[in-house]
T-cell receptor, first 113, second 111 residues
Framework: SAVISQKPSRDICQRGTSLTIQCQVD?????MFWYRQQPGQSLTLIAT?????????ESGFVIDKFPISRPNLTFSTLTVSNMSPEDSSIYLC??????????FGPGTRLTVT | QKEVEQNSGPLSVPEGAIASLNCTYS??????FFWYRQYSGKSPELIMS????GDKEDGRFTAQLNKASQYVSLLIRDSQPSDSATYLC???????????FGRGTSLIVHP
């Protein structure tokens, strides 16, 4: 299994501000993913982050709102920009290994007031 | 559109019983199947992966895959209250790097 850490674990932010979430993986991986999970809901993929290329965003998510960096094979950041209360959610970082197993970080609980 | 369906539950079983969790999927080209356990307030934890038809056992957990019928199930033997969680099924089609997740089934194991 993988060891994935995320910072911060939680934050309360004001409307209109931005928050950058960091994700660190314990070994080099090609693919990292960012998910969002609303309370009581399943996982929604925001984007796939590949090292050395632009992130690939899923329908409904845009780079201006969720810019992603992937400077190396063990690290990625997701920024939630110009936040509104609708962005309140848990944000999860994930990485892919072997035959497609995905492991998740502990998550960042974001509350926007 | 790829779909992964799970009964949302809750599924309630007594301690010591077998809990049976089911998942159906729409894409016949799917090749990889995963079960995740998610405790309330925590992130999903991978507990089982299965790639070929049949059963795969790991401790108290058994994953069963039937590609012809397009379903995958998870059996938990000797269920414990600590097994109470939401169980997410994830299915990855061949050629895709990204699995599709179901909405999860809530399992409650009562003493």
């Amino acid at each position: 299994s993988a060891v994935i850490s995320q910072k911060p674990s939680r934050d309360i932010c004001q409307r209109g501000t931005s928050l950058t979430i960091q994700c660190q993986v314990d070994s080099q991986v090609t693919m990292m993913f960012w998910y969002r999970q609303q309370p009581g809901q399943s996982l929604t993929l925001i984007a796939t982050a590949n090292q050395g290329s632009e992130a690939t965003y899923e329908s409904g998510f845009v780079i201006d709102k969720f810019p992603i960096s992937r400077p190396n094979l063990t690290f990625s950041t997701l920024t939630v920009s110009n936040m509104s209360p609708e962005d309140s959610s848990i944000y999860l970082c994930s990485s892919r290994y072997g035959q497609g197993e995905q492991y998740f970080g502990p998550g960042t609980r974001l509350t926007v007031t | 559109q790829k779909e992964v369906e799970q009964n949302s539950g809750p599924l309630s079983v007594p301690e010591g019983a077998i809990a049976s969790l089911n998942c159906t999927y729409s894409d016949r080209g799917s090749q990889s199947f995963f079960w995740y356990r998610q405790y309330s307030g925590k992130s999903p934890e991978l507990i089982m992966s299965i790639y070929s038809n049949g059963d795969k056992e790991d401790g108290r957990f058994t994953a069963q895959l039937n590609k012809a019928s397009q379903y995958v199930s998870l059996l938990i033997r000797d269920s414990q209250p600590s097994d109470s969680a939401t169980y997410l099924c994830a299915v990855r089609e061949g050629g895709s790097y990204i699995p599709t997740f179901g909405r999860g089934t809530s399992l409650i194991v009562h003493p």
